[in-house]
Structure formats: structure tokens, C-alpha cells
């Protein structure tokens, strides 16, 4: 289980339909501001912060769920499925899948009809065929799948998403400045800088 320090959250009501008992569901949409307990401020913290260090692809993005299975309080989680093309730090295989998980998702409502999604300030979810320079921490937790034991969480939660777009790493805005100062540069140079970072 990651350790977030909760901030705010705004809620915002669209999509509203009348069901046939005549009670009023709608659509939801939920966005929180979380605050990582562990907000790595360098290259080199977040490399000695992470187990594993890859480049991959998204391939798929699996159903959302409850981080406590069946408790509707609990936070909402999406996993997203990774096919590693490199390995920077850390024990796998070139051409595992693995699965990221990352907060936030959307789930149905008990209409069956109606849903509610829940959307993290800054959070990079990961898009399918899309390319990533990806700082990983194992999670723990079983969840009974394929993935059990191939399950990671991202470190700092968004710092540790770099994605790699025509070439150029973009970082999210929630990262440390040091760390953003990273956006725009090319690939292989953020490559061989986390390398060096990595081997210290």
C-alpha cells in the first residue's frame, strides 16, 4: 500500500438520469489532490528510491478496483499492463509483462448503470502504445491474478512516470523542479543520466 497524505477533493455532478424506482442517479466524477509521502527531489534519489527501472509500452489497461476488495471506501486503483523493451535497474527480464499500479480509475455504480471516476491532480495514467521511461517500487499486495509478484506501484507516484514522445522525455508537472528540468531532453541522454545515477 502506497502512503498518500489526502489534501482536498472536489466532486462534480454530470450525466443525471432518472431510474425507474424514480430515485436519482448520475455519473461522477471525483478529483483529489494527494501529497506522495515519498516525493523524490533529484534523479539520483528517485533511482536509489526505486527496484526497478525500465522502459516499456503500455499494452492494456485492466478493469479498475478497490485496493480493499469490495470496500467501496477504499482507494480506487487502475492497472496498467507493461511489456519491458529495456532494463535500467533491477532484476526482470527484457520482454516481461508487468503490471503499474496507479491510483485512481473508473468504477460502475451499484445501478449497474451509472459510474463514478476518480482522476489524481498530476497523475500520468498510463495510455496504451505509448512508451515510458518508468521508476517502479514493488507492491505487496496479492490480488490473485497473473500478476501477483509482477505488481509495481510508480515511485512518487507521478515523478516516476517519464514518457517518451518522438524521442523526448516529458515529465509530469508534479515532479520536483530539479526532476522536471528533465522535459524535453532526448531519450538516450536521460537514459545514460539515470545509468550514472543508478550505479552510484
Known amino acids: 500500500m502506497r502512503f498518500i497524505i489526502f489534501i482536498a477533493a472536489t466532486q462534480v455532478m454530470c450525466c443525471v438520469a ?12 471525483i478529483t483529489s489532490i494527494i501529497t506522495p509521502k515519498h516525493s523524490p527531489r533529484s534523479l539520483p534519489e528517485m ?10 509500452t503500455c499494452e492494456q489497461e485492466l478493469p479498475a478496483r478497490f485496493f480493499v476488495p469490495g470496500n467501496p471506501k477504499a482507494d480506487v486503483v487502475t492497472d496498467r499492463i507493461v511489456r519491458v523493451t529495456a532494463v535500467l535497474k533491477g532484476d526482470v527480464q527484457v520482454g516481461t509483462r508487468i503490471a503499474v499500479e496507479q491510483l485512481g480509475g473508473t468504477m460502475p455504480l451499484e445501478d449497474g448503470i451509472h459510474t463514478v471516476k476518480k482522476m489524481i491532480v498530476h497523475q500520468v495514467p498510463l495510455q496504451p502504445k505509448s512508451s515510458y521511461v518508468l521508476f517502479l517500487r514493488l507492491e505487496s499486495q496479492t490480488v490473485n491474478d497473473v500478476f501477483d509478484g509482477k505488481r509495481y506501484v510508480v515511485t512518487g507516484e507521478w515523478a516516476g512516470v517519464f514518457a517518451v514522445v518522438n524521442g523526448l522525455i516529458s515529465v509530469s508537472e508534479g515532479a520536483e523542479p530539479v526532476v522536471r528540468q528533465l522535459t524535453g531532453l532526448s531519450e538516450t541522454d536521460v537514459v545514460a543520466l539515470i545509468k550514472r545515477s543508478a550505479s552510484r
Open 47 to 56: 533511482s536509489s528510491q526505486s527496484a526497478l527501472i525500465v522502459i516499456g
Open 18 to 29: 432518472q431510474s425507474q424506482t424514480n430515485n436519482i442517479q448520475e455519473d461522477r466524477t
